[in-house]
């Protein structure tokens, strides 16, 4: 058994989000968690970010901070890097000056989707996109900064809180099944819907050991499905759950027939043996974390 590490003194950046409310919860038994919306840390303003960070002087940093309108992110790419980017750099430099671990979370958004297998943390990337190229830069800066760090790369995050997927076919599936109009849904697009309990679970779990191995990692839910699969899956869940009265049709599209402002990657899927391997730890499949985040819902 590891040893745990002692009471931490924690900085929570983005506590608003849908990760960060989860976060909130999952660091409580860890220790001080000083937990920031973005009107008390702003990442855009980097002088108050260095002041704040340095006057909390924290043990531990976890960003889940993000600009994440993929879309919006093509029309303005540097409002994307100043929180996706420089913001991270930021943080690095702050926690290696306090000898603090940073943890950051990262997208597959990164890789270009062309791989025919799951992609591992060897990969190249190649993003696609203003957001992905805003994502992957802040890994790197992070990477170079000589700061204890994480990043875990994950995809397809969803939860009860904040805008996502999830959410969005519950609304429009309930008006679906009031008009009889039939949904259009991408199948060609293929990745794991991650639960964010649960990576704010597994996030706590890796913060309490002594020993933690440094570096980027993918953390995702197991299993694999497409956006069309997916949004099947909502509707049975949420019929088993009570919150529709029957499941809407949802027609297989593909990404050609809706098209969008920022390239997606056909292939999001990410090989995540290497963090079982190092921690002990893995999520589970993404249809229990689905049922499991809709059986207490109220929408």
Partial sequence: MNETMPSAKILLAGCAGQLGRELKRSLACLGNVIACDRHQLDLAQADA???????????V??????YTAVDRAEAEPAVAD?????APDILAGEAKRLGALLIHYSTDYVFDGSKATAYTEDDNPAPLSAYGRSKLRGEQAIAASGARHLIF???WVYGLHGANFMKTMLRMGRRSCETSDELRVIGDQIGAPTWTRHLADVT??????????GGLYHLTAAGETSWHGYAEAIFAAARAAGLLDKSPVARR???ADYPLPAARPANSRLDCSRFRRDFGLALPDWRIGLIDCLADAHF
């Fill in 49 to 59: 970010l260095r002041e704040a960070v340095r006057t909390i002087a924290p043990t």
């Fill in 61 to 66: 940093i976890v960003n889940a901070a993000a």
């Fill in 82 to 86: 100043t929180i996706n980017a420089v």
């Fill in 153 to 155: 790369r994950t995809s």
């Fill in 204 to 213: 706590a779990l890796v913060i309490a050991r002594r020993d933690i191995p």
């Fill in 253 to 255: 599209i593909t990404s």
